[in-house]
């Protein structure tokens, strides 16, 4: 018999502890691009800040992946646990701040002040993080977070001033929510993960979900995410 | 938009113990708390280093990685510095780990890490993180100390106080009230706050609370119930799975909480006492694959762990010893005496070592155990555990030693006469030596013995005898001083006689020390609360 075919090997075995490595990996470089650009020559420093969101792009699609792969397990454990919003949008914006300011984007956000809202920490800083580096690529030069309590649910939108999605990426948007995915590549896995995110938060019968939208207050693009 | 608050006053004084077993993440998280303003810091690369500067110095902040390479995981550390008192209340100790697992988020509250960061970390969430875990340690610390000084009453106090003055920390200072309400058995009080907290909003540990009250109070077809709908919504709630697996094996479901309980060990693979906890119940039901392998899993688990115990290494040998193979079962107990210096271990791997030669038809050596373990059972005043005597009876019985036989028998019925599976345990071992009518007739006569004397005490009670029926149970309590009712019923006369006769130091001591020995048995006992409440309340 010569058809046999070596046994594949299991490979959530490997995942674990090259998880820990890439991530150790990717710490050690985004930590080394942030502290580095402030000594490099200007020029130099316009061609090296791109790379900052490309070391966030790989970060969010590993996190994402990760995420998917455990969730589609039963392993991940969802931490539905009260976060203060303005606390959130510090956390955020902070991780943020190195890029934008390097790219020359300003970043308004408007908040409601001493909310507090019931989500998983780190699944929703993954959605919103990977909305936001998404519209630093399409935006001119502003971009909007705003986080508020609307009709008992919390709403979420990153807004940019760009040209706004094109008509496959709106299109796949309303798809995925509907529980089809025809988008591929990084688009297909972003929106897959942002809208598995919110179907995973549910509350007395409601359930989360996403949307994308062009105009809203900045006339671009609009990502806009639903918390029961 | 948002300023930076000027921290440096809060990281200069603080001591700070890095623990990474990667050269370059220790670099970069020295450099991050040198630019927050921290001059103290240490930095060391295992978990044996760790335990080795946490003896020596102490601590304000420990950032300790999870993965560790080899030997002690950060999960280990964490237990062994707490559990060896080698960090105080004050230290915050903070897990970074690459991959948000079960035990990190849902673990059990006393080896919780106060806070846990996924990597990558990045100065910006370092910096807030610390700030947040160092406010919040500040403003639980009182409630934290109630906590380790097991003072339930004035943990619930605490915690109301902090409710009603300010909204932060709202979700963990009502998770520590209701944890200790059900500590205290008060479980209509504890219902009612988790019913006001799902009235609200659908929370996990409020429903697995709502379902531990309600386990408590003997509805277990509800609480299982209750376990499997936070189950649904949540897969990995590695606490909800726990206690459905308990409700399971309290309903008599065995099979139904052996696929529970595999479930944790799914998700919580390196979890000591859930593995154990498979292989106890697996081999109480007969799988001994199961067993075998659980057995084996916890032991090699173990090695780094406080939690590392001598059952699963007895479960291990006895499983050997069923499957006709002596020599490991032997070595193992070898072992036993080995890895485990206590009394009771060495008593209990001895009663072990005989049932395993006279499983194997060495009768010369299993008769000369018998004698040692009758020898060490006769000077051992103190109570072993149940499990443990039942064994050396089996043995006795086994190697015809009839006597020590009777006289382990009689004190395990005597002392625990209101426990049925007990005294079915002991009638089967008569059975199965063969000797059944005898069986029968000691658990009847010993358990009429201590209804006699309960009884009597109780009549005595009733026609205001107090003394004399405080004077016959106290006799009682010192031969049988495991026996539950006796001295739930010796705290209550007491109780009695000073509510009639004013307070006196010698019952208060009396019921107090019942209290406490009777709650160490059974945590659950809901006489202990109320004779407690009832022994506070007695007038100066």
Request: charged share 20%; proline share 11%; glycine share 12%.
């Given at each position: 018999m010569d058809n046999t075919k070596e046994a594949t090997p299991d490979i959530s075995a490997f995942l674990a502890s090259s998880i820990h490595d890439m991530k150790n990996s990717l710490g050690l470089l985004i930590n080394f691009l942030e502290t580095s650009l402030p000594e490099l020559g200007l020029d130099t420093q316009k061609k090296a800040a791109p790379m900052l969101y490309e070391v966030k792009r790989v970060n969010d699609n590993l996190l994402q992946m990760l995420a998917i792969f455990k969730v589609g397990n039963q392993f991940y454990p969802f931490d539905l646990s009260e976060n203060f919003i303005d606390d959130f949008v510090r956390e955020i914006v902070e991780q943020n701040k190195t890029m934008l300011d390097y790219s020359g984007i300003a970043l308004d956000v408007e908040f409601d002040e001493g909310l507090a809202w019931y989500f998983d920490r780190e699944l929703i800083i993954g959605v919103v993080s990977h909305a936001l580096n998404n519209a630093t690529r399409y935006t001119k030069d502003r971009l909007m977070l705003s986080v508020k309590e609307e009709d008992g649910e919390l709403v979420v939108r990153v807004e940019d001033n760009g040209s706004g999605y094109p008509i496959s990426v709106l299109d796949a948007g309303s798809a995925v929510s509907k529980g089809v995915n025809f988008a591929s590549g990084s688009t297909g896995l972003g929106l897959y993960f942002s809208s598995m995110v919110a179907k995973l938060h549910n509350n007395r019968g409601k359930t989360g979900s996403i949307a994308l939208e062009n105009g809203g207050k900045l006339g671009g693009s609009c990502f806009i995410l639903h918390l029961p | 938009m948002y300023m930076n608050p000027d921290t440096a006053s809060l990281f200069t004084g603080k001591s700070f113990l890095i623990v990474d077993d990667f050269q370059g993440m220790r670099t970069m998280l020295r450099e991050m708390l040198r630019k927050f303003g921290s001059r103290n810091v240490d930095a060391v690369a295992n978990g044996k280093e760790a335990i080795a500067f946490l003896e020596k110095n102490k601590y304000d902040v420990v950032l300790c990685d999870?993965?560790?390479?080899?030997?002690?995981n950060g999960q280990h550390v964490l237990e062994e510095a707490k559990y060896r008192d080698l960090i105080g209340l004050a230290t915050a100790w903070i897990i970074i780990t690459a991959e948000k697992t079960a035990d990190l988020v849902f673990g059990a509250a006393e080896y919780m890490p106060d806070d846990y960061i996924i990597k990558p970390v990045n100065e910006s969430t370092m910096r807030s993180r610390l700030e947040k875990v160092l406010a919040r340690k500040e403003m639980l610390a009182d409630i934290e100390k109630a906590v380790r000084d097991k003072d339930n009453d004035l943990t619930v106090a605490l915690c109301d106080r902090a409710l009603a003055s300010s909204k932060s920390n709202a979700t963990e200072l009502l998770r520590i009230k209701t944890g200790t309400l059900l500590t205290m058995g008060r479980y209509d009080r504890a219902q009612q706050e988790f019913e006001q907290i799902l009235a609200k909003r659908d929370i996990p540990w409020a429903k697995t609370g709502l379902g531990k009250a309600t386990f408590y109070k003997g509805d277990l077809a509800k609480a299982q119930q209750l376990f499997r709908e936070v189950i649904s919504g949540n897969p990995a709630y590695l606490e909800a799975h726990d206690w459905l697996a308990k409700s399971h094996e309290a309903a008599g479901e065995l099979d139904e909480a052996q696929h529970a309980l595999t479930r944790c060990t799914e998700l919580s693979p390196n979890s000591v006492i859930r593995q154990k906890n498979l292989g106890q119940l697996a081999h109480k039901r007969g799988d001994l694959e199961t067993a075998e392998n659980a057995y084996r899993k916890t032991i090699k688990l173990s090695e780094?762990?406080?939690?590392?115990?001598?059952d699963s290494y007895l479960g291990l040998a006895k499983i050997c010893s069923e499957n006709d193979n002596p020599g490991e079962a032997l070595q193992i107990l070898k072992d036993v005496h080995k890895e485990f210096d206590n009394a009771e271990t060495s008593l209990h791997a001895k009663v072990v070592e005989g049932l395993v030669y006279q499983k194997s038809g060495d009768r010369i050596n299993a008769e000369k155990i018998s004698r040692e373990v009758a020898s060490l059972v006769k000077a051992d005043d103190s109570q072993s555990a149940t499990g443990v005597m039942l064994e050396a009876a089996q043995l006795f019985l086994a190697t015809g030693n009839k006597e020590a036989a009777e006289n382990i028998a009689q004190s395990l019925v005597k002392n625990n006469h209101e426990n049925a599976e007990l005294l079915a345990q002991v009638n089967d071992l008569y059975g199965q030596a063969g000797m059944q009518d005898r069986g029968e007739e000691l658990v009847n006569n010993s358990r009429q013995e201590v209804i006699a004397i309960n009884d009597k005490g109780v009549i005595l009670a009733k026609e205001g005898k107090l003394d004399e029926a405080i004077r016959l149970l106290g006799d009682a309590h010192s031969l049988l001083p495991g026996n539950k009712r006796i001295m739930i019923n010796l705290a209550n006369m007491a109780v009695m006689s000073m509510r009639q006769n004013g307070r006196r130091g010698d019952l208060i001591q009396i019921a107090d020390n019942c209290l406490k020995q009777v709650a160490k048995l059974d945590?659950?006992?809901?006489w202990c609360t109320q004779l407690r409440v009832a022994l506070e309340a007695v007038p100066q």
């Open positions: - | 999870y993965n560790l390479g080899s030997g002690k780094y762990s406080i939690h590392k115990s001598p945590p659950q006992e809901k």
